[in-house]
């Protein structure tokens, strides 16, 4: 029989590529659907169909593909758009809790 003490517990987090497909969102290319569809004929376009929740963010074009690598580094490029930095909290958390590989 297996006995589980709660001193032993760890907290669970999903796999890092799982959180991040729960936080980072794809603008849809067509949100109203094909061209000459009735759907949404008389509705406003909503992009998200369920609620936000915290962290939840859409990629956009004008940001890092890497965050951890680049964050805190201003774009240097005359004219670039900001990268909109949240100064107060680290964008990557998920390999914080994995321990070093030593082999």
């Given at each position: ?12 987090t999903d796999f890092s590529n ?75 958390r998920e390999y914080q809790d ?6």
């Amino acid at each position: 029989m297996t006995v589980f003490f709660k001193d032993n517990e760890e907290e669970y987090t999903d796999f890092s590529n799982v959180e991040k497909m729960r936080n980072f969102l794809t603008v849809e290319q067509t949100p109203e659907g094909p061209y000459g569809a009735p759907r949404g004929k008389y509705e406003p376009v909503e992009n998200k169909s369920t609620p936000w929740e915290e962290g939840q963010q859409y990629y956009t074009p004008t940001t890092y593909e890497n965050r951890s690598l680049h964050q805190g580094m201003p774009r240097r490029f005359p004219g670039a758009h900001d990268t909109h930095d949240d100064k107060e909290k680290s964008q990557e958390r998920e390999y914080q809790d994995i321990p070093p590989n030593n082999t």
